[in-house]
């Protein structure tokens, strides 16, 4: 009887073995266990055995009852899932798409006039060729200062309001801290940008916060003159502005250019005739730039006799208001829900 009992079991597992849907499965096991020629039939016949084969039918019939409906199961699941993966293939329904019922378009949110401005900065130097760097937030003094040409009791250093951190690290006063960086990959010609966070231990007021963005810029190659400079820099306020920008030119210092310039834009606001935002002036500074000094590319291990370049490095915020028309920069990071309404 026992092994009646496992060519019954062998003949099931290997229908359900073969077996494509889950009520076939439901069927076999029914037919096995059934008390027509299945293993019921045999149960009932239990009674009848001498004693010895009952101790062994009874257990067999359990095992090989419970080893098929753990198969079955098994079974049925592998089934499930190859007709989920086959409907997923075959479905032109996207869960990840944005559901569209009860949009509310003022729930919604937008980017910032902030952001936006800075995407926008990014894509356009990414368009004329400029790789996009990122660095830590703490550097240490080289990196800020020394390898920028500043000696070490310049003072220079004292225009940088410094948070010093420890044992010669600071947080970046300005994102020219990347300049030794990429000057170090002689990756000529080099086109790159640095957009970042820097800090000055400054009191906040309508123009200044103590952490905000800059976007440091540099590129190095040989024959890069002035020209490049200038006109690279007209082009980029060109399509942040999308007007034409009247600019002018102005000697500025910093001890890691020579020339040092400042780039100022006749403001966008009065035209000229002088306003708040301008001071009355007509002008606005608003890139600070110049001609690489040999000293920084002899620090980065660059010969200033092959290769020559510029840099510029501007705060995004004052791009930002002069192009939105913000009185005051803190109004960007207040978080007002009034105020961001009003560019979405
Ligand atoms: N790093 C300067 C600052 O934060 C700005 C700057 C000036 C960057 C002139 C430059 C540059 O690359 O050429 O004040």
């Known amino acids: 009887m026992v092994s009646q009992i496992l060519s019954l079991a062998a003949k099931a597992k290997a229908d359900i073995e073969s077996a494509t849907t889950s009520e076939a499965i439901?069927?076999?096991?029914?037919?096995?266990?059934?008390?027509?020629?299945?293993?019921?039939?045999?149960?009932?016949?239990?009674?009848?055995?001498?004693?010895?084969q009952k101790k062994l039918v009874g257990p067999e019939a359990n095992k090989q009852k419970d080893a098929l409906l753990s198969f079955a199961e098994q079974k049925k699941s592998a089934l499930a899932e190859a007709a989920l993966t086959a409907a997923l293939e075959t479905s032109t329904f996207d869960p990840t798409m944005p559901g569209k019922k009860n949009l509310n378009l003022e729930q919604l949110g937008g980017l910032s006039p902030f952001t936006r401005m800075a995407d926008k900065a990014v894509r356009v130097f990414e368009k004329l060729g400029f790789a996009v760097w990122d660095g830590g937030d703490i550097v240490n003094d080289f990196e800020n200062f020394g390898a920028l040409n500043f000696p070490d009791d310049h003072p220079a250093r004292e225009m940088h309001d410094t948070f010093y951190v420890e044992q010669g690290y600071l947080l970046r006063t300005h994102t020219s801290t990347l300049q030794y960086h990429i000057l170090k990959t002689k990756d000529f010609p080099i086109r790159a940008i640095v957009p970042g966070k820097c800090f000055r231990n400054e009191a906040t007021d309508a123009r200044h916060e103590a952490i905000f963005t800059q976007l440091e810029g540099i590129v190095v190659d040989t024959n890069i003159t002035v020209t490049h400079l200038i006109a690279t820099l007209e082009l980029f306020l060109k399509e942040i502005f999308e007007e034409d920008v009247k600019t002018r030119i102005r000697p500025g210092?910093?001890?890691?250019?020579?020339?040092?310039?400042?780039?100022?834009?006749?403001?966008l606001v009065c035209h000229g005739s002088g306003c708040r935002l301008c001071k009355g002036l007509g002008w606005i500074e608003v890139m600070p730039c110049?001609?690489?000094?040999?000293?920084?590319?002899?620090?980065?291990?660059?010969?200033?006799?092959?290769?020559?370049?510029f840099a510029f490095g501007f705060g995004l915020s004052r791009l930002t208001q002069l192009k939105y028309a913000i009185a005051d920069c803190r109004l960007m990071y207040a978080d007002d829900p009034k105020f961001l309404g009003q560019f979405q």
């Open 290 to 309: 110049g001609m690489i000094h040999p000293n920084v590319l002899k620090n980065a291990g660059v010969d200033p006799e092959k290769y020559s370049g």
């Open 26 to 52: 439901d069927d076999i096991i029914k037919g096995f266990l059934g008390k027509n020629g299945g293993l019921g039939e045999i149960l009932k016949g239990i009674k009848d055995l001498p004693d010895d």
């Open 253 to 267: 210092y910093f001890p890691f250019v020579e020339p040092g310039l400042e780039l100022e834009i006749h403001c």
